[in-house]
Each structure stands twice: as C-alpha cells, then as structure tokens.
C-alpha cells in the first residue's frame, strides 16, 4: 500500500481509499440563521481545505473512505431531500464485519485531519455534527444504532495518570427516526445528542458505560493540564458492516463540505 500526492490537493490514498483534490473557491456567505448560503441544492463556494484524507495507521482491511458524488436517493424520495445537503457530494463510506484475520474480524477506517487541530483545547469544542445517509439495510446489519462516528484523538493530560498521553474521544449517534432511513438525515448534533465514550478508559466515560457530551469533557478536567486534540475523523469500525455516507462534519464555526473534487470548508456566522 502506498500513495501520491501532488501539490494542489491532490491525493490517492492507501488501499481502494480515494481522495480527491481540493479547488480553491471563494468563501460563502452565512445565511440568517449562521449556516453557508448556497441554491435549492445546497451548493455554494466555500475554501478548499487541505490536509483531510484517510488516516493510514487507523485503518484496517480494505475500506472504502471516498469522496464522491451523491447519494441522490433513494428512489422514490423527493429531489429536495434526496441530494446532499451540501453541495453535490459526500463521503462514502463501506466497511466489512468480517473479512480480517484479527480480533475482532472487522474493517475499520478514519477519515480525517492530522494537522489543522493539533494542539487545540478539547475544552474549546462547542458545536460538532454531521448530516448521515443511512440505509436500511445498515440497520439490519447491526441496528438502529449502526452509524458513523465522530472521533478526536487526543492527549488527556489528567493529573491521575501523568503518563497517559494518548486517548480517543468518541461519538455514537442515536438511532434515526424510521423517516429519515434511505435519505440524508437532517444535522445530528454531536454535543445534544447520542454519547461519548474515551477509548483507554482514562474517566468514568467509558464504551461500557458512556457519557454525554458536556459530561465526557467535564471528566477530563481535573485541575491539571488541558486536554489537547491530535486529530479529527470521521469513521467506522469495527463493528458491524455499514454502507452509507456522511456530509457537512461540522467542528465549532467550521463546516467541512465534501465534495468529489475535495473537502470545502464553509464558515458559520
């Protein structure tokens, strides 16, 4: 596995992973209620924002983490809410539930940033979410609550555990309501909604017994250091086989538009 990247943007990724480039376009303008503006369809410019692709050392089988265009369906949903809600693209995303020789047999892949929100605050995050297309048949491959993650890398910093330096903050969205199955899902918020969990167990908010948003950060705040971001992605795995794709991540005043020519950022008033 190896990959090529040229200056502009850019980039092929390891395994059948492709990323596509980057084109720099103007910024768009915030609508009223602080989201970019854009037509019916959700276009509009926005920046090009370089660094985003798969993170090669998250990944395991052979994943799909692509940038493309679409979903437009299913068949049968009205064109309004059947295209992206960004745009004209998304991330698509495919990872298998047992095609590996490890423990446990599943595929798993990031898709992310390893640069941009290194060293920032974990405390300074305030607003994160993403827009879904989900299936039905992804329900029935794990359930309900068979979806994509948001996750950060980061160093915790705890007093406690001095020599801990590595963790990774989690989201698990709640299950869709039957309605918004085979369409984009309306925005999910990631700081109201679903739960957090911290891959080392460094807190109280841990997979087995996860957290909310507010709580996930008030555990990591025990009077010592702050905890600092490493990186950003957007994955899956390992776990269940899901099929499905993502658009409009959004991180704080920045929403991450992707597009199969690359990952536009679009600010929010």
């Known amino acids: 596995m190896g990959f090529a990247k040229r200056r502009g943007g850019t980039l092929v990724a390891v395994a059948v992973a492709t990323v596509a480039a980057a084109t720099l376009l103007g910024t768009a303008p915030a ?62 995303i495919e990872v298998a539930d047992d095609s590996t020789t490890l423990t446990p047999p599943s595929e798993k892949v990031d898709f992310g940033n390893e640069v941009d929100f290194y060293g920032d605050r974990v405390q300074d995050l305030r607003r994160l979410g993403f827009h879904v297309f989900q299936t039905g048949e992804n329900v029935t491959y794990g359930g309900p609550e068979n979806m994509p ?73 025990d009077g010592g250091e702050e905890a600092t971001i490493l990186t950003a992605a957007v994955g899956k795995g390992r776990d269940h086989m899901w099929i499905g794709a993502v658009d409009g991540l959004r991180v704080n005043d920045r929403i991450y538009d992707f597009e199969a020519d690359g990952v536009r950022e679009r600010r929010v008033g």
């Open 31 to 92: 609508s009223a209620d602080g989201s970019p503006e854009g037509d019916g369809n959700g276009n509009g410019n926005g920046t090009s924002a370089d660094h985003w692709g798969v993170i090669t050392r998250n990944t395991i089988g052979s994943p799909v983490a692509a940038l493309r265009n679409g979903p437009f369906g299913s068949f049968g949903v009205p064109r309004e809410e059947a295209a992206p809600p960004y745009g004209q693209g998304s991330l698509g």
């Open 149 to 221: 993650n948001i996750r950060f890398e980061i160093d915790p910093n705890l007093g406690s555990l001095a020599a801990d330096n590595y963790s990774t903050m989690v989201w698990v969205p709640d299950a869709l309501d039957t309605g918004d199955i085979n369409r984009w899902s309306e925005f999910l918020d990631a700081t109201r909604t679903g739960h957090w969990f911290l891959t080392g167990n460094e807190t109280e908010c841990t997979q087995a017994a996860p957290c909310t948003f507010a709580n996930l950060k008030a555990s990591l705040d």
